[in-house]
T-cell receptor
Framework: GESVGLHLPTLSVQEGDNSIINCAYS??????FIWYKQESGKGPQFIID?????DKRQGQRVTVLLNKTVKHLSLQIAATQPGDSAVYFC???????????FGKGTLLTVNP | GAVVSQHPSRVICKSGTSVKIECRSL??????MFWYRQFPKKSLMLMAT?????????EQGVEKDKFLINHASLTLSTLTVTSAHPEDSSFYIC????????FGQGTRLTVV
């Protein structure tokens, strides 16, 4: 279930810096992971995914790293831009049925 | 491709009334859709799995008589919040399962 917490974890970076957003997932049986970006008042947008038979996957300006040993996922955003400001969620899934369990999210703020 | 449309995007209703939210897959068919609920500054919590032509499957703690789900066609699932109360105010988001999980833009429900 969702972690109890009063505040969303936050990360503040300067424009042009690289950002690293971390996520701990809960189910060792999960074999498919997705990162989503959510802007205020909107639904989640797919960023990148990775399956458990990989430990790294790269997209355009984004890289996802998976460490199954410690059940940890990270999203790296290169040359962060103001338009990257949003809440980022990791989601885990078993068997690619897309019945997703979301992590608690991280608010990324990019300062110009 | 893979566009999911939710309607309405915002709705305000009086306490005790019912509200219907639609989730449509516009350019693909989805035998399975998912409904999530999101409180401010919190993560998405899965409420139920909507299956075309059969009963929805609800997550533990979600009242099926309160949140009625109908998936009458391969492109439409509806969530009806019955006898809404202020505590039902939330952001409701659907996703449709295809070759990925595609999210709608969400519905902000405010019960007054």
């Amino acid at each position: 279930g969702e972690s109890v917490g009063l505040h969303l974890p936050t990360l503040s970076v300067q424009e042009g810096d690289n950002s690293i957003i971390n996520c701990a997932y809960s189910n060792s049986a999960s074999d498919y992971f997705i990162w989503y970006k959510q802007e205020s008042g909107k639904g989640p947008q797919f960023i990148i995914d990775i399956r458990s038979n990989m430990d790294k996957r790269q997209g355009q300006r984004v890289t996802v790293l998976l460490n199954k040993t410690v059940k940890h996922l990270s999203l790296q955003i290169a040359a962060t831009q103001p338009g990257d400001s949003a809440v980022y969620f990791c989601a885990e899934n078993i068997g690619s049925n897309y019945k997703l369990t979301f992590g608690k999210g991280t608010l990324l703020t990019v300062n110009p | 491709g893979a566009v999911v449309s939710q309607h309405p995007s915002r709705v305000i209703c009086k306490s005790g009334t019912s509200v219907k939210i639609e989730c449509r897959s516009l350019d693909f068919q989805a035998t399975t859709m998912f409904w999530y609920r999101q409180f401010p500054k919190k993560s998405l919590m899965l409420m139920a799995t909507s299956n075309e032509g059969s009963k929805a499957t609800y997550e533990q703690g979600v009242e099926k008589d309160k949140f009625l789900i109908n998936h009458a066609s391969l492109t439409l699932s509806t969530l009806t919040v019955t006898s809404a109360h202020p505590e039902d105010s939330s952001f409701y988001i659907c996703s449709a399962r295809a070759w990925g999980a595609f999210f709608g833009q969400g519905t902000r429900l405010t019960v007054v």
